[in-house]
C-alpha cells in the first residue's frame, strides 16, 4: 500500500451511511474479508420506507473512503494546534517547507514534496497560521492525500499553492461539486454568513466549516462545536446594536469520490 494511503473499517463506514441513509443502514461483508469493498451488501430504508437490498457499489464506496478521510483530516487539524489568522499580519507558515506571499497566500518550495509540505502542517501546527478560508482548504487537500497516497498526491498537485479560494489546482476544481447537493455527508464543507459582523473582527464575517457528523462542525478558530455553537460565537462578533442572527448557507461543497480515486494510478 502506498505510504499515507488511509482506508476505513466496516464499523466506520457504515457509521457515515447511517448518518446519510438513516439509522436503519446496515453495511454486510460480502466481498475481501474484513476489507470494504464495492460488493458489500448495503440494506436501508428508503424515503417511502422501503428496505432496499443492494451492494455498496462502486461510487458509494469511493464516496464514503473520501468524506471520512476529510472528517480525519479535520479533527487532525483541530490537534494541530495551527494558529488562527485574525489578519495577514497572523499569517505564517514553516518556511522550510513553504513560501508565503502577500495577504497569506502560500506554496510548497521548490525541492519539496507538496505531501510532506501539507502533512507538516499536521506534525507542526505552530508553525503555521492562516484563516479558515486556507484552513478548510489544508483540511480537503489532506483528505485527498490520505485517499490516492503521498505519490499520485505529488503527481497531481506537484505546485500546490494555497489562497483562501482564490487558489484551486485543476484536479480539486474538477473534482469539487458545489451547490445544493444530495444527502448531507460528513466530510461535507459549507458555510456560515454573519451578516451583521463586527468591522473591528471582520474575519469572522462568516465561519468555513466540515461537517463531522453527528451534528457537529469543525471550524479553525471556533474548534469543533454543533450548528447552534457555531451561530453563538458569530453572534458574539457581530457589531453593536445588531439584530440579525448568523445562520447557516444553503452552500455546499463536496469532493467528488470517483474524481479524487481516479487520481490514485498507484492501487492497492
Known amino acids: 500500500m502506498t505510504i499515507g494511503k488511509v482506508t476505513h473499517s466496516h464499523a466506520e463506514v457504515e457509521h457515515l451511511l447511517k448518518e446519510v441513509y438513516g439509522p436503519s443502514a446496515v453495511l454486510r461483508d460480502a466481498g475481501m474479508p474484513g476489507k470494504v469493498d464495492p460488493a458489500d451488501v448495503f440494506v436501508y430504508r428508503n424515503g417511502k420506507g422501503k428496505l432496499v437490498k443492494t451492494t455498496l457499489g462502486k461510487t458509494r464506496h469511493q464516496q464514503a473512503q473520501v468524506q471520512l478521510n476529510i472528517v480525519k483530516a479535520a479533527r487532525a487539524f483541530h490537534a494541530a494546534g495551527v494558529n488562527f489568522a485574525a489578519n495577514s499580519r497572523q499569517d505564517k507558515v514553516n518556511s522550510e517547507l513553504w513560501w508565503m506571499g502577500y495577504g497569506g497566500k502560500m506554496g510548497v518550495r521548490q525541492g519539496v514534496k507538496p505531501s510532506d509540505a501539507i502533512n507538516d502542517i499536521f506534525k507542526n501546527g505552530s508553525k503555521y497560521g492562516m484563516e479558515c478560508a486556507t484552513g478548510t482548504m489544508v483540511v480537503l487537500y489532506k483528505g485527498i492525500l490520505d485517499t490516492i497516497g503521498a505519490k499520485d498526491f505529488d503527481r497531481a498537485f506537484a505546485k500546490t499553492r494555497l489562497f483562501r479560494w482564490d487558489l484551486k489546482d485543476d484536479d480539486f476544481k474538477a473534482a469539487e461539486r458545489v451547490g445544493k447537493l444530495p444527502g448531507y455527508w460528513p466530510g461535507d464543507h459549507t458555510y456560515f454568513k454573519n451578516p451583521e ?19 457537529q462542525y469543525f471550524g479553525h478558530g471556533l474548534g469543533i462545536v454543533d450548528e447552534q455553537g457555531v451561530i453563538d460565537s458569530l453572534n458574539r462578533l457581530r457589531r453593536p446594536g445588531a439584530t440579525q442572527s448568523a445562520y447557516r448557507d444553503d452552500f455546499e461543497l463536496r469532493l467528488h469520490g470517483g474524481k479524487v480515486a481516479g487520481l490514485d494510478l498507484d492501487p492497492d
Do not use: M, R, T
Not at 468591522?199 to 457528523?213: C, D, H, K, M, R
Open 197 to 215: 459582523f463586527d468591522p473591528a473582527n471582520s474575519a469572522f464575517q462568516g465561519e468555513n466549516v466540515i461537517y463531522l457528523g453527528g451534528g
